[in-house]
């Protein structure tokens, strides 16, 4: 994503935290001015004249103190959600990594784009590469993140917008997925904007539609699995 669309993104989430910020300090407020009135009807207790009078005061102070734990669910709502969006913020604050015409901001180093016949060599390498440091989009790493949400809606952002490069490995079972071909294509158009986006590998020959032949990409038939994470690593460069 460009730096002007994540600072965009940036600034709806700050709002969204001071709306949430507000509607917290509300309910937090009705929950304590409930809690004061029921506080206030069981002092009047003592000097009622009559068990009935006592009794109602009682009630009172019961129906106060209800909506007092209403409010009080309603603002521990508010701050899970906060405490969610926070943490949205927080990463994309802590995730500038150097990008065209300036700083770009990124959620993830790398997108790995890949056939399930394949999925355990590109687990071990999404694995490596985490463990140098590096923010991996791997749909493995996200079953709790995009459980209930739009899996092509969350996919093609972190695709598109939100991964500094991605990592297509072309087999021929990657090119007979619809899943795979999907990814292919929305990378594909990611390159208009970023000629450095698309990092291909290959385990086979297999031709990708729009993959001109010139360009370079890494052979995984000659590489083992440790020379291409150091391969890749040193591409992705440093860090931050």
């Not at 989430?13 to 506080?39: P, T």
Request: proline share 3%.
């Amino acid at each position: 994503m460009s730096p002007s669309g994540y600072k965009s993104k940036a600034e709806r989430l700050e709002s969204e935290v001071a709306d949430l910020k507000s509607m917290d300090r509300r309910e937090r407020a009705k929950a304590a001015k409930e809690l004061a009135r029921a506080r206030s009807r069981l002092g009047e207790i003592d000097v009622c004249a009559s068990l009935e009078e006592r009794l109602a005061k009682e009630a009172e102070a019961e129906r106060f103190e209800q909506r007092a734990a209403k409010y009080d669910r309603k603002a521990a709502a508010i701050g899970q959600e906060l405490t969610e969006i926070g943490d949205r913020l927080r990463r994309m604050r802590g995730s500038v990594r150097p990008g065209q015409g300036g700083d770009a901001v990124y959620r993830f180093d790398v997108f790995l784009s890949f056939a399930d016949e394949q999925r355990d060599y590109v687990e071990q390498v999404a694995d490596a590469l985490t463990a140098r440091g590096y923010r991996v989009f791997y749909d493995g790493y996200e079953d709790t993140n995009i459980w209930g949400r739009h899996m092509t809606e969350e996919f093609d952002s972190a695709l598109r917008e939100e991964s500094r490069c991605c990592v297509p490995f072309i087999s021929k079972e990657y090119r007979e997925k619809k899943w795979t071909m999907w990814e292919w294509r929305s990378a594909l158009a990611r390159t208009l904007e970023d000629d450095d986006f698309l990092l291909p590998a290959r385990f086979d020959d297999t031709k990708m539609p729009g993959l001109l032949p010139t360009v370079k990409f890494a052979d995984l038939r000659k590489l083992t699995q440790e020379e291409f994470v150091v391969g890749l690593a040193a591409k992705l460069g440093p860090v931050n």
